[in-house]
């Protein structure tokens, strides 16, 4: 009895947990808030072109990406802007994920997996936000 009360505890505050890092996604992630100075210049992000003939993949600045998106972004449409690709010129480049798994490591377009993590893998299935929850779930129920 004593061990499914301690369960339903564990429980109780893996959902809390959740739920404060939805907000914070969420919260951050859709406009709003946040100065775009508040991002350090070196840090960087993955972006990757959808133009089937290029599938160009590189590194740009974080900063420079959310500078792009916040001045051509469509109120009208869902999805963040397209950036022009450096390799093809085509307007077919979006932030993208580096896979964390080192035996896979592919990059790929953020969300690829719909409703999932953003940064699930949509090869190996793995994500590495699931993976840090994972992880701190572990610590939780104590190794
Ligand atoms: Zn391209
Ligand atoms: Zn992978």
Not at 46 to 56: E, F, I, R
Not at 57 to 65: C, D, G, L, T, V
Not at 89 to 112: L, M, T, W
Request: proline share 6%; glycine share 10%; charged share 25%.
């Amino acid at each position: 009895m004593e061990e499914s009360k301690k369960k339903a505890v564990m429980i109780g505050i893996i959902v809390v947990c959740l739920g404060v890092a939805g907000v914070i996604i969420f919260g951050t992630g859709s406009g709003g808030g946040g100065s775009l100075d508040d991002i350090p210049d070196d840090e960087m992000t993955w972006v990757k072109c959808l133009n089937k003939s290029c599938n160009a993949e590189y590194e740009m600045s974080r900063k420079e990406y959310f500078k792009f998106v916040t001045a051509n972004a469509n109120p009208m449409a869902p999805s963040a802007p397209a950036l022009t690709c450096e390799k093809c010129d085509e307007p077919s480049v979006y932030v993208a994920e580096k896979c964390q798994n080192a035996a896979c490591g592919i990059v790929f377009r953020s969300g690829a997996v719909p409703n999932d993590f953003p940064d699930r893998c949509p090869t190996c299935k793995q994500s590495a936000t699931e993976e840090i929850r994972n992880a701190r779930k572990r610590e939780m129920a104590g190794g």
